[in-house]
Nanobody
Framework: QVQLVESGGGLVQAGGSLRLSCAASGNFFSINNMGWYRQAPGKQRELVAI???????TYADSVKGRFTISRDNAKNTVYLQMNSLKPEDTAVYYC??????????????WGQGTQVTVSS
């Protein structure tokens, strides 16, 4: 079993910054992709950014140039630095990890979500 614990959400004014963290713990062979998704009220969950184990990153067009995803493999932790925040960034942000389990099977885990609210 793997646990993803998120932190760093909160309330910020437009133009401000927040940094999200997500630490993975438990029994697994390796962590492959780690990333962040978000879900605003009344909308579907959408990809924000992901990073592979070798550091390749992918961003949603809406956050390119404003958000930066990074990863500390030694700590099994992924970060999301969010700058120039806009009210439309308001959502619950979920950490995601694709893990190779101890029985060598891939499995997807989700964090519990952290609220990010950007006021105008």
């Amino acid at each position: 079993q793997v646990q993803l614990v998120e932190s760093g959400g909160g309330l910020v004014q437009a133009g401000g910054s927040l940094r999200l963290s997500c630490a993975a713990s438990g029994n697994f062979f390796s962590i492959n992709n780690m990333g962040w998704y978000r879900q605003a009220p009344g909308k579907q969950r959408e990809l924000v950014a992901i990073t592979t184990s070798d550091g390749t990153t992918t961003y949603a067009d809406s956050v390119k140039g404003r958000f930066t995803i990074s990863r500390d493999n030694a700590k099994n932790t992924v970060y999301l630095q969010m700058n120039s925040l806009k009210p439309e960034d308001t959502a619950v942000y979920y950490c995601n990890a694709v893990v190779t389990t101890i029985i060598m099977r891939p499995y997807v885990y989700w964090g519990q979500g952290t609220q990010v609210t950007v006021s105008s």
